[in-house]
């Protein structure tokens, strides 16, 4: 029985009792009457426990409820806390069925405005795809630089891009469009009414301005025909099902699939949202609802396939009236950024108190463009990369190199990584319609002065020039060039009496040069003509056209020149109408009176080249001195020109050449040619180059040839100075350099490592074999210190070094995604035990994250060296096949041993390893002993035997993260060996390898040439430079680098980061004495160390 009940049943009882009576006749008489609260008297009278007349809230006379009073008042009490608590609980459910509605009808817009939608209504939605099948509906479309104020109150089509949307509530949103260089603001409001003659047709049109929607056939017929139906799903309509189509329903107000949601204000976002149910009314209210739109339908109803699809699948609100305008507007909202849509509209003067919009293009700002019609007909399907918005300049090399956390949100590299969406922006939309112009003007000029537009082969027999920096190629089993230049190709179209002639074209150099000046693919603006007596006569045809190029840009781009501006902030170029022209002794002279001294302390020589920061501050000294942003250096020496650049008469030390500068930078080198064929060839012998190897070039020469005078111009260099983009990759649509073409070939999908169910932290070797490179492989050595991150399993080696420097060699062995927070703990780690970390040899990305995230600096000096073992059979070198076979014919035999080596095997090949090491000479670097037989699991084993049976070599290969493929750990050639031995176990090994389907072997990380900055290194990088070159001396590293070479290895750059001034005399000791052998007291320091910090335990 419940306690109302049992409390009714209680207070009958007690009042018809003849003992509560008698009990009561002897009350005081002072006693109150018993007076229940309202509410509970309310509520008993309709609990139906029994009594045949209401209570009252006054007792009887005879006082027959005191006896029950206190009982009854606790009991009242405790049941009002119970329906107060009650009543919270249903305003929380209440409040979290809001919630979930909003959310439902979030998700439902989203997908209504997602990639795999198929809404399409009769003003917004996505279009079909298009098929070139519909030549008769083509529109007409306004450009948006066509647009102007004096078009207001016209009708318009555009086609652009959403750059982004804002939502001023459900009634209203503002659109700014992006095409190329241009933005135009546009609104969306529920007052931007349709024509009369276009909603007088529309099935829905009564429903939104308050009337009855329009019935009928010819209604779904005409609702048919706006949502693009196909005449195969077309069904010819009845007046029943038509009535049954728009779903009337009258059967106590309720909607089919309705939902009611309260608490709404007047400026709840969602207060006018099409998916409530804002338009019931009182019982027997019609309400029109298509059944598509619902979740059930009468019988006979007729649904599209594409509005099916379109039907949101997110909680059990009702569907939307997607005719409406609140529909459009909330779809529009949530439309991605960068959907390429189709907008018709109406023109108007903007609302808002400045009648201007800032946002829109100069030019564009004093109109808006009301919407009426939206279609998506370029669906964005990923989220892209990045807003333009977040991208800020960087406008020097200075600024960039101390730029730290300060720096921009999205790199350089980003961008180029995202080159086809980063050239959306209206900035690179100005840049390449300015290069457009540089080569319009460049090619006007020259016609206009006779010459003749070329285009000459890119693929050359032998180096164009004599250089080394050329891409080979191999061209059906022979070797081939990418040409370094036209340079010998426009000299013979001179001499084959073309006259004067110029081309437009890519370059190819094979520079290692990540520097902001350097591609390795490029174009070039080149000419060259006859000359009659001077080669001036050629100076001043490339000074002429410059300028043209120049004037011409000022006066035709004008509009995108502003807009660069808005990134790349620059004053425009002071050109002087008479150039500017020095003599190179001239400009060295500058440099002396100013007391330059260039790197190293010394004063430029008479007869050097100039190198990048010498050209700069003689190009400060000029424009100081003559207010000049351009100008010409005539006469350089002949020493640092190509070997056919024609010397002065009258001094062989300076040659009849010259170099122009825009910014204090050189765009062009130019001059007069050798001509005389004796002279040329004499000139390429003392050169080094031999005459034959250019045949055709010097062949030409032969037949008699005119004197002539050429230059080339670097267009991205060009274009770089004139706009000071500080970064000539802006200049270039698709920038080649060193680090383009990243490996794409996906590594096999493994099981990688994973904690143990009580947090067991996953053995380094397996760690190593999942994520690790070669110099990963050295942390099982008892030199290194392994510290764990206990939430993810990684795991980074380090050694530790006098002056708690701790040096790391070797990228992080975890997962890309966890790299962040892994170097985030461990340096936590560093900070805690008051570490000096120095990191060496790890990726372009854990590079580019030190020296990003934490002002860290960086260069490279290594190369991990990687080889192709399926190109084994085919190593070029003569040397190394010769070796081979010597050692096969003294009988050298190579075993492959696969996992644990016996132990009889160990004890001999451990004696030779002991006679090798013992036989070494000079300084030993090694970052890890000699421990072959630690990890056999993730190690297979190549030894090699001589005709008796004697060991005479030994090679490991070590597992690396599938990406890597394996290493080869140690390569051992014992004294007494065969020549050839070690060659041949290589081969064996690549074989082997090959065979079972690795796609890479690496020697491991090898001595670069040399050292090149890569972020953040100061005046600091000579010093550390020349600490380089004679650690290179002292442990003879190139030897081990020449020898890999020979087996056709391509080098993927390495980096040593360091904090700032992490790195002086102390921290290149500390790197030294990680690559040295062992030192007992260091051992000791080392042992402590591991116990103090209580490294956790592997599997």
């Not at 020109?641 to 300076?654: N, Q, V």
Request: overall charge negative; some cysteine; hydrophobic content about 30%.
């Amino acid at each position: 029985m419940g306690l109302v009940a049992k409390l009714k049943d209680k207070l009958h009882h007690s009042s018809s009792s003849p003992a509560s009576e008698a009990e009561d006749a002897h009350a005081p008489s002072h006693s109150k009457p018993t007076t229940l609260p309202e509410k509970v008297v309310d509520k008993l009278n309709h609990t139906g426990s029994g009594f045949s007349t209401p209570l009252s809230t006054e007792s009887s006379s005879d006082g027959g409820l005191a006896g029950a009073r206190g009982e009854s008042k606790h009991a009242l009490k405790m049941e009002r806390k119970r329906e107060e608590k009650e009543e919270r609980r249903r305003d929380v459910e209440r409040k979290e069925e809001r919630e979930k509605g909003k959310r439902g009808r979030e998700d439902s817009w989203a997908e209504l405005a997602g990639p795999e939608s198929d809404l399409l209504t009769e003003d917004y939605g996505f279009l079909p795809l298009m098929q070139s099948s519909n030549e008769d509906q083509k529109r007409e479309f306004t450009d948006l630089d066509d647009i102007t104020e004096d078009m207001v109150g016209q009708e318009i089509t555009v086609r652009a891009r959403i750059d982004h949307v804002r939502a001023q509530g459900a009634k209203l949103a503002f659109v700014v469009l992006r095409y190329q260089i241009y933005q135009l603001s546009c609104v969306l409001s529920a007052k931007n009414a349709r024509h009369k003659d276009e909603s007088k047709h529309d099935g829905h049109a009564g429903h939104s301005n308050g009337g009855a929607p329009e019935r009928g056939v010819e209604g779904i017929q005409r609702q048919m025909q706006a949502t693009n139906i196909s005449s195969e799903e077309k069904s010819t309509p009845t007046q029943e099902s038509a009535d049954a189509h728009y779903g009337y329903l009258a059967h106590g107000g309720d909607m089919v699939g309705s939902s009611y949601h309260h608490g709404t204000t007047g400026n709840d976002f969602f207060a006018e949202d099409p998916f409530t149910n804002n338009t019931g009314g009182a019982n027997g209210t019609i309400v029109a609802v298509p059944p598509e739109h619902a979740t059930q339908a009468g019988p006979g109803s007729q649904t599209s396939h594409n509005q099916a699809h379109a039907q949101p699948t997110h909680g059990t609100q009702s569907q939307p009236d997607l005719s409406s305008r609140a529909s459009f507007i909330k779809w529009v909202q949530h439309l991605s950024r960068e959907s390429l849509v189709i907008v018709t509209g109406t023109l108007q003067r903007p609302a808002n108190a400045q009648g201007k919009i800032l946002e829109a293009s100069e030019g564009l700002q004093g109109v808006e463009l009301a919407i009426s019609k939206m279609f998506v007909v370029g669906r964005v399907t990923e989220t892209p990369p990045f807003k333009f918005t977040d991208i800020r300049s960087v406008e020097e090399e200075k600024e960039r190199a101390e730029e730290k956390d300060a720096g921009p949100k999205v790199t350089v590299r980003n961008e180029m990584n995202n080159r086809v969406f980063d050239l959306r922006s209206p900035v690179n939309q100005a840049i390449f319609r300015i290069r457009a112009s540089v080569c319009h003007l460049f090619r006007d000029y020259l016609d206009r002065h006779h010459f003749t537009e070329i285009q000459t082969a890119k693929l050359q027999g032998s180096a164009t020039e004599g250089g080394a920096s050329v891409f080979k190629v191999e061209y059906f089993g022979r070797p081939a060039f990418l040409a370094q230049s036209p340079q010998l190709a426009k000299q013979m179209a001179v001499i084959a009496d073309m006259g004067r002639v110029y081309e437009i074209g890519s370059i190819f150099r094979a520079e290692n040069s990540n520097t902001m000046r350097h591609l390795t693919e490029f174009y070039g603006m080149d000419l060259e003509m006859p000359i009659d007596a001077d080669y001036h006569e050629c100076m001043h045809i490339i000074d002429g056209v410059l300028k043209h190029v120049f004037k011409g840009v000022q006066e035709r781009n004008r509009r995108e020149l502003d807009v660069i501006k808005t990134r790349f902030p620059y004053e425009d170029l002071v050109i002087p109408d008479e150039t500017v022209v020095l003599k190179y002794p001239e400009g060295v002279q500058l440099l002396r009176e100013s007391g330059y001294k260039k790197d190293d302390g010394s004063e430029v020589a008479d007869d050097e080249d100039f190198d990048t920061p010498t050209e700069k501050y003689l190009g400060k000294l000029v424009k100081e001195k003559y207010n000049t942003d351009y100008y010409i250096l005539d006469k350089f020496p002949t020493e640092v020109r190509p070997f056919y650049t024609m010397p002065d008469p009258e001094d062989g030390k300076w040659s009849n050449s010259f170099d122009i500068f825009v910014r204090g930078q050189e765009i062009l080198s130019g001059g007069q040619r050798i001509h005389d064929s004796q002279m040329l060839e004499k000139k390429m012998r003392a050169s080094g180059l031999e005459p034959s190897l250019l045949g055709e070039y010097t062949q030409a020469f032969k037949y008699g040839a005119p004197p002539h005078a050429g230059g080339g111009i670097g267009l991205e260099r060009l274009v770089m100075l004139m706009l000071s983009l500080g970064n000539i990759r802006h200049a270039s649509m698709f920038p080649r350099d060193p680090k383009s073409f990243p490996d794409s070939d996906k590594p096999p999908e493994v099981a990688r490592p994973k904690l143990g169910r009580n947090g067991t932290l996953p053995a380094l070797e397996d760690m190593i074999a999942s994520y690790g490179d070669s110099t990963n492989t050295s942390w099982i050595d008892p030199r290194y210190t392994v510290w764990r991150h206990d939430k993810t399993g990684a795991a980074i080696g380090y050694q530790l070094q006098e002056h708690r420097y701790i040096v790391i060699w070797g990228q992080p062995l975890c997962s890309k995604e966890d790299l962040p927070r892994v170097i985030q703990a461990f340096l936590q780690h560093c900070d805690r035990e008051r570490l000096r970390p120095i990191w060496c040899c790890v990726d372009q990305g854990t590079e580019e994250h030190l020296t990003k995230r934490y002002g860290w600096r960086g260069l490279s000096c290594i190369a991990e060296a990687r080889v192709d073992p399926s190109k084994a059979e085919g190593v070029d070198d003569s040397n190394v096949k010769k070796k081979i076979q010597q050692a096969k014919n003294a009988g050298v035999q190579i075993v492959a041993v696969d996992g644990e080596m016996p132990d009889q095997m160990k004890t001999e090949i451990e004696k030779h390893i002991k006679e090798w090491g013992e036989n070494r000479k000079g300084t030993q670097m090694h970052i890890t002993d000699v421990r072959p037989w630690d990890d056999p699991k993730h190690r297979k084993y190549f030894y090699a035997k001589s005709k008796d049976d004697t060991i005479v070599g030994l090679l490991v290969l070590a597992q690396l993260a599938p990406e890597h493929g394996q290493q080869i750990k140690w390569s051992l050639q014992f004294p007494g060996a065969p020549g050839g031995t070690s060659e041949y176990m290589l081969s064996e090994a690549m074989k082997t390898a090959a065979e079972a389907g690795t796609g890479k072997l690496t020697f491991g990380a090898s001595a670069a040439n040399e050292i090149i900055p890569a972020a953040n290194v100061g005046s600091s990088f000579k010093i550390l430079s020349h600490a380089y070159e004679s650690i290179v001396r002292t442990g003879n590293l190139n030897n081990k680098t020449d020898f890999r070479r020979k087996f056709g290895v391509e080098e993927d750059p390495l980096y040593v980061v360091y904090p700032p001034h992490g790195l002086g005399a102390r921290g290149i000791q500390a790197i030294m004495a990680s690559i040295k052998d062992e030192n007992d007291k260091l051992e000791k320091k080392r042992d402590e160390h591991k116990k103090k910090i209580k490294l956790p335990n592997h599997k």
